[in-house]
């Protein structure tokens, strides 16, 4: 138990640093909380592996979990950029929600942002990022019947909001790509 304790003396003398470091960094104390607990996580894994910790080794894995979370506030920018010009252009690639919806990327964003946060990860993760239903599974620690139930769930809301009297194609009420299956199996 002394490595247990030597980690608890080691998160109370430096929590305040690091998340005083991140606050400076990031928008959001919310945001700030989450990237200190991740550092402190990391330290704890490092910590059990027999590595010596200290001031100077937080702030440097601070500094990269900041950089990793800019990272993928980047790329979902990116992603979020190309659907509106795929919305825009009125094409786009299989299994676009967008394009596969035939409907301006707003709409598509707002139905999705209107699901429960479970199912707006199950979409993104079958949808944007192309993950298997094997792989949506071990992301999110479901297993893969758990997986196919909550994307059908998220289908069958997302057609609902869409078929609302919203002007989206025939696609949408027919359900379009979003009947398609993880990683694009059918």
């Known amino acids: 138990m002394a490595g247990?304790?030597?980690f608890v003396a080691l998160y109370r003398q430096h929590r305040r640093p690091v998340l005083a470091y991140i606050r400076l960094r990031v928008d959001g104390a919310d945001l700030a909380e989450?990237?200190?607990?991740?550092?402190?996580?990391?330290?704890?894994r490092r910590?059990?592996?027999?590595?010596d910790v200290g001031l100077s080794w937080l702030l440097t894995t601070a500094r990269?979990?900041?950089?990793?979370?800019?990272?993928?506030?980047?790329?979902?920018?990116?992603?979020?950029?190309a659907l509106a010009e795929l919305a825009a252009a009125g094409g786009g690639a299989a299994g676009d929600?967008?394009?596969?919806?035939?409907?301006?990327?707003?709409?598509?964003?707002?139905?999705?942002?209107?699901?429960?946060?479970?199912?707006q990860l199950v979409v993104r993760l079958?949808?944007?990022?192309?993950?298997s239903a094997a792989e949506v599974g071990r992301v999110m620690e479901l297993s893969i019947t758990a997986v196919w139930s909550r994307l059908s769930r998220a289908r069958a809301?997302?057609?609902?909001?869409?078929?609302?009297?919203?002007?989206?194609?025939?696609?949408?009420?027919?359900g379009g790509e979003l009947d398609t299956a993880p990683g694009g199996a059918r």
């Open 157 to 174: 809301a997302l057609r609902a909001a869409l078929d609302d009297g919203s002007d989206v194609g025939p696609a949408a009420r027919r």
């Open 64 to 81: 990269n979990v900041i950089g990793n979370e800019y990272q993928r506030r980047d790329r979902d920018r990116e992603r979020v950029a």
């Open 97 to 119: 929600p967008a394009a596969a919806l035939g409907s301006d990327a707003a709409l598509v964003r707002a139905a999705i942002a209107d699901l429960p946060p479970e199912d």
């Open 4 to 6: 247990t304790d030597g």
């Open 47 to 51: 910590t059990r592996e027999g590595a």
């Open 34 to 44: 989450d990237l200190a607990e991740e550092v402190f996580v990391i330290a704890l």
């Open 126 to 131: 079958t949808y944007w990022d192309g993950l």
